[in-house]
């Protein structure tokens, strides 16, 4: 039996199993069956840390519910590093991802704080399936258009809107994510402009749909919103599932995020249990 964890930042989920000191027998249908959240445990996304490389505390590897694997996840990052964190007693922990180092600092009133790395704003670095401007993708769908994109480790596309109430998006997310303009398809941002300093944003992550929060998607709408020159660089993303302090810092480009942890409970799994 392998023991586990479920976790959350925000409502946004996760399973969380340990494989550093023994390789654990993951498959993408294994991911997807225990993902489920009618015949497995259920989560956003599933998350195995792995021994760490040189320069890092651990290395988190991510899977989307469908078993894709992914690159980034903004509020896993914080809940790992509150579990290294309490083993170590460290107060700054590095995550390592595919997509690079995450470092994670404790800030008071039980909340972390993760430098998610630089906005990549090039359109080969989102990618874009084609040369465009990612300011102003060529791209619309119903009542929505012109996106801009940009890459937090995983690609993301926010659409800016006047009532994200009137957005049918469980309608337009699926079929935005795998839009030919993104090869490796993307996290569809649906963004409304509160105040210079509050987004409102509702999330379709690719391979896991409607979540509750997403740290990518927050961290590339305001990254948007900047330069779109609707919001300052310092501000407060309002998710379905609560909210999150996002600054795009001006000195090095980076994406400062701020929010809370929660371990739901603890448990055990028979991995093999869950197909091949």
Known sequence: MTPFRKMHGLGNDFVVLDGRDRALPITPARVAAIADRHFGVGCDQFIVLEPPPPGADVFMRIRNPDGSEAGACGNATRCVASLVAAETGKDRVVVRTVAGDLRVERMPGGLWRADMGPARLRWDDVPL??????????????????????????????????????????????????????????????????????????????????????????????????????????????????????????????????????????GTLDLEAFGA
Do not use: Y
């Not at 997310?173 to 993104?182: A, M, Q, S």
């Open 129 to 266: 399936a084609h040369k465009a401007d990612t300011l102003h993708l060529p791209l619309a769908l119903g009542p929505v258009a012109d996106p801009a994109a940009c890459s937090m480790g995983n690609p993301h596309a926010t659409f800016f809107v006047q009532d994200l109430d009137a957005i049918p998006v469980a309608e337009l997310g699926p079929r935005l994510e795998t839009d030919p303009l993104f090869p490796d398809r993307a996290n569809i941002g649906f963004a409304q402009v509160l105040s210079r300093t509050h987004l409102r944003l509702v999330i379709w992550e690719r391979g896991a749909g409607l979540t509750l929060a997403c740290g990518s998607g927050a961290s590339a709408a305001i990254v948007n919103a900047v330069r779109r020159g609707l919001t300052e660089r310092r501000a407060t993303v309002t998710m379905p599932g609560g909210d999150l302090t996002m600054e795009w810092r001006e000195s090095d480009g980076h994406v400062l995020m701020t929010g809370p942890v929660a371990t739901v409970f603890t």
